[in-house]
């Protein structure tokens, strides 16, 4: 188990690498400057390019941009704040957008895990039915859809909630935002542990433990449900991060100021350095859940590690 997880942490560490040296490059190819204020001489944008090191050759900036990174300076911000540290601006954001997205998707893994064995053990009855309604209508409908209805019942005509993020209230204001995102992730976990569960009680390893005299919460819970979750953790891992990234629509809905609405006015306003920081921010954090689920495969079932090891 140890060789496995050095190796895939050497792997996530590579891919890190190969995917800075890919946004920094598409950054190079935009079209537009950091510097497009009119008001702006030539030879102030010459002193500027000077000034930030962009009149240096692509491969000396990627090369001092990688060595800065690894001490942690992702550089400063050329327009949304001028030469304030990137590391500040999303400091005060980033957790804004994990906290409600972390929310959302306990939330949505939790309840789409009950109903989804639920639906299983229930299968052809009317739980069964209602539990797939349940999936369909929020595999279907927007989350910002039901932001909106949220915002508007709990938040304008009941009051339970505030309708705007407050940082005051911070609690009370990822309510609404952290139910309305989880919705997606919990008819997606939904379905697939219905099927999932339905496919793996079928087989004859089920039927051979039945046999051997085993039933009820051991035979659902040691054998079923543990050889059902890898295809489940398969599905939530991209949505945490989805989740965890903040969604763009849901924070302008209740004026969450989270990293999604500083992506796009940073790519907007051709704020390279920005651009590349939340995608890198984003891109880690994808490869850093991919890689625990990874883990998480060869703890569940350790045919897995080993067959990877004979590769």
Known sequence: ?????????????????????????????????????????????????????LDQPVVVQFFHYVINLLHGDMGVSYNISKNTPISALVATRLPVSIGIGFAAVMIGAIIGLILGLLAALKHDTIVDTICTIISVIGVSVPSYVFALLLSYSFGFRLG?????????KAFQSSVLPSI???????????????????EVMGSEYMLLAESKGLSGRALIF???LRNALIPIITVLAPLIVDLMTGSLVVEKIFA????????????????YNVVIALSFIYS????????????????????????????
């Open 1 to 53: 188990m140890k060789k496995y997880t050095i190796k895939r942490i050497v792997t996530a560490i590579f891919t890190l690498l190969v995917i800075v040296l890919i946004l920094f490059i598409l950054m190079k190819l935009m079209p537009g400057s950091p510097f497009n204020d009119e008001k702006l001489s030539a030879d102030q944008r010459v002193q500027l390019y000077a000034k930030y090191g």
């Open 160 to 168: 339970m909630f505030p309708m705007l993020y407050s940082q005051a």
């Open 180 to 198: 309305s995102l989880s919705m997606f992730t919990m008819a997606s976990i939904a379905r697939f542990t219905r099927s999932e569960m339905l």
């Open 222 to 224: 040691r054998h079923a």
């Open 256 to 271: 969450i100021p989270g990293v999604g609405s500083l992506l796009v006015n940073a790519i907007q306003s051709n704020d």
């Open 284 to 311: 880690a954090m994808y490869i850093i859940i991919m890689l625990i689920v990874d883990i998480l495969y060869g703890i569940i079932d350790p045919r897995i590690r080993l067959a990877k090891k004979g590769d």
